[in-house]
């Protein structure tokens, strides 16, 4: 875990390709989906963090923009299968919350597929809607208050 950096990956850059095939790979290939009958070009306006390890993209996140100027909205959180349960999810999604708190958001929102549920329980955000079908399966919305 030591040697996997996180960094900021723009839509331009040699990582996005590597950010694309692993949301394909965990989170649209399983439930029957592509990405490519997605419209992407939002990905634009997103802070996308990688997690990297030798040169390889293992695990990624998007901060995206809302309507409401202190409220971000994580989406697309992903972990490859071979580094899922080994705490780079946490990782991740510390750095993104503390790099939201930096920039003046105090409000994370997401939407959770039910399956992943527990595992944001964990990181300290409430659920705050039933549950509702996104891309097919059950999610429910989760958010997050600046402590
Ligand atoms: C869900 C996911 C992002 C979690 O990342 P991860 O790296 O596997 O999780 P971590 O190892 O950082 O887990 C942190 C804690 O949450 C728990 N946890 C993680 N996923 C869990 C799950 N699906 N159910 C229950 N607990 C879970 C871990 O056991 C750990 O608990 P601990 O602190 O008591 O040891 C990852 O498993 C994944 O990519 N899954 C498939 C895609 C997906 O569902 N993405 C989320 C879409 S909303």
Request: net charge negative.
């Amino acid at each position: 875990m030591d040697d996997i950096k996180i960094r900021q990956i723009a839509v331009d850059d040699v990582y996005y390709s590597q950010i694309y095939d692993l949301r394909e790979e965990v989170l649209r290939k399983p439930i029957g989906l592509s990405l490519k009958n997605e419209d992407l070009s939002g990905d634009a306006d997103d802070i996308i963090l990688g997690a990297i390890l030798d040169n390889k993209v293992v695990g990624c996140l998007m901060i995206h923009p809302t309507d409401a100027v202190h409220k971000v909205k994580i989406r697309q959180m992903a972990v490859a299968d071979e580094w899922q349960g080994k705490g780079l999810g946490r990782m991740l999604m510390t750095e993104a919350e503390q790099h939201s708190w930096r920039n003046n958001k105090t409000h994370i929102i997401l939407h959770a597929r039910v399956t992943a549920q527990p595992f944001y329980d964990k990181l300290g955000y409430h659920t705050t809607s039933d549950v509702f079908t996104e891309v097919g399966i059950p999610h429910v919305v989760m958010e997050k208050m600046k402590p």
